[in-house]
């Protein structure tokens, strides 16, 4: 489990290390290890350090005070070194003195580098970086290293509004921010550096799953269990207009190790050809006994789909709304009435979604989609995964964890079906709900990332039945961690 702090949270935390820490040290400290980063990339593209040559994009501050001391300790490794200096009057003196009594250069331009580090600001800077800074790196042509975070990336949303640095590696020190989990298109690989934080910092405000994680909360069953007791989940998807939802999210509980999947809807012939092994009927009423419920994707919104979705929370088993049953719920309150408040709901919106369902109670997305996600699930008393390049799963008590994407392999016509299914599977086991939707989120990230690998086609999102044929060893590749003399740094069940 990887925790993620706030930027208050580091800053206090630094503070208190600070006070103990002769001064200089900690700085130096998080440069060497950029520049051992440094020297890494360097041999990764060029096949060594010995004149190569860096240049250092440095703004006031301590970030640009890192990147100084990060040359100066390069110079050592036979690299040529060349600090651009956007703000001369206010750059660190100490590092700055560093660099140049190391042979390092001050230049007005980027000396042809191959590489560049991004030193302009740190943790406290916000909004879009201004002209000058914004030309230098409109000019680099080559991998940026960002220091603690790229340039213009808002560092606790992870917004962009204006020019700002893509870094290929982040160097962070001491913590995640939330900027290295919610925008891994700018921040690129995030490598941590430990300066021994650790003991002050307080509780993470978000988490990030690990496969380990994921395998752990995997429910795998044993020699005395059977198809009742591996989870029985109900679909409730699909139309006779949208078929292919409901093959969808039923193929991801089948293929998610339900012990039993049984369907009910207006697909029931076209889901029964594809997946023979689940029990298909037309009516909720009629579908039997299931431990949760999927409804919503290809359901449609007029009064069939509103009765089912009606028929499926006055089960009163944990339900995952998805589509159509979020537009249902949006646009009729008193479809919650049907809800016993004390039984599990995942809701799983995109943005849009998310506008119709949120925008009535007053909550607006924003840039800030981890306060918006944590709002709506207070508000609705409901696990709430909002889907995105980083998917945010927020629990009404407050815990909150973000699954980031590696690729936008997924950005594809019913993925988002293939999603549901895995979370109703996960739900029929038991699984606390929070971490139900957080497991499926990174399962179904690893079965696009597989999908992909397989493909034939390079940067194009892969078909949502790809990406269906590839949780089988998505799964595996996260059960594959439950080794016995592991540590067990798994999420605890409710």
Request: a negative charge; hydrophobic letters at 45%; proline letters at 6%.
């Amino acid at each position: 489990m990887l925790g993620v702090w706030t930027t208050e949270q580091v800053r206090a935390a630094e503070d208190r290390l600070l006070a103990r820490t002769p001064e200089g040290a900690l700085m130096r400290k998080a440069a060497f290890g950029i520049a051992v980063t440094a020297a890494e990339l360097l041999r990764e593209l060029t096949g060594g350090t010995a004149g190569r040559r860096v240049t250092l994009l440095v703004g006031a501050g301590n970030n640009g005070g890192d990147a100084l001391w990060a040359g100066a300790f390069l110079r050592r490794r036979s690299v040529a070194v060349t600090a651009v200096l956007l703000n001369p009057d206010r750059a660190h003196a100490e590092g700055l003195a560093a660099l140049r009594k190391a042979g390092g250069r001050i230049s007005d331009s980027l000396d042809d580098p191959d590489l560049v580090i991004d030193g302009i600001v740190g943790l406290q800077a916000r909004g879009a970086l201004r002209p000058a800074a914004a030309a230098l790196v409109e000019a680099v042509d080559v991998p940026i290293l960002a220091v603690d975070l790229p340039s213009g990336v808002d560092p606790n949303t992870g917004a962009v509004d204006g020019p700002a640095v893509r870094a290929g590696v982040t160097v962070t020190f001491g913590a995640r921010k939330p900027v290295h989990v919610l925008n891994t298109t700018h921040c690129g690989e995030v490598r941590l550096v430990d300066i021994g934080l650790g003991p002050e910092l307080p509780d993470p405000d978000l988490i990030a799953l690990e496969p380990d994680d994921v395998g752990y909360a995997w429910r795998v069953p044993g020699p005395k269990d059977d198809k009742y007791t591996q989870g029985v989940t109900g679909v409730a998807a699909g139309s006779a207009t949208y078929p292919g939802a409901a093959v969808l999210s039923c193929g991801a509980a089948v293929l998610a190790t339900s012990g039993m999947v049984r369907y009910a809807g207006y697909a029931a012939d076209v889901v029964r050809g594809r997946w023979p092994e689940l029990v298909a009927t037309g009516t909720v009423e009629d579908a039997g006994r299931v431990q949760a419920w999927v409804v919503g994707p290809g359901l449609g919104t007029g009064q069939a789909g509103r009765h089912i979705l009606t028929a499926v929370l006055n089960d009163a088993v944990p339900t995952c709304v998805d589509a159509d049953g979020i537009t249902l719920l949006s646009a009729d309150q008193s479809l919650w009435d049907a809800r016993d408040p004390d039984v599990p709901v995942v809701l799983t919106p995109h943005d849009r979604e998310f506008a119709r369902i949120a925008g009535p109670l007053g909550i607006e997305l924003g840039t800030d989609r981890v306060a918006a996600t944590r709002a709506l699930s207070t508000r609705l008393n409901s696990v709430v995964l909002l889907k995105g390049n980083a998917t945010v799963v927020a629990a009404p008590d407050g815990r909150t964890l973000v699954n980031p994407a590696t690729s936008s392999w997924l950005a594809t016509a019913g993925s988002g079906d293939v999603l549901t299914g895995l979370i109703g599977a996960l739900l029929a086991t038991g699984l606390d709900p929070w971490l139900a939707a957080g497991c499926a989120a990174w399962t179904h990230v690893r079965a696009g990332e597989l999908a992909a690998e397989a493909g034939t086609e390079v940067g194009v999102p892969v078909p949502a039945s790809r990406i269906l044929e590839a949780i089988p060893a998505a799964i595996r590749s996260a059960l594959s961690h439950r080794v016995s003399n592991a540590p067990d740094t798994r999420v605890q069940h409710s």
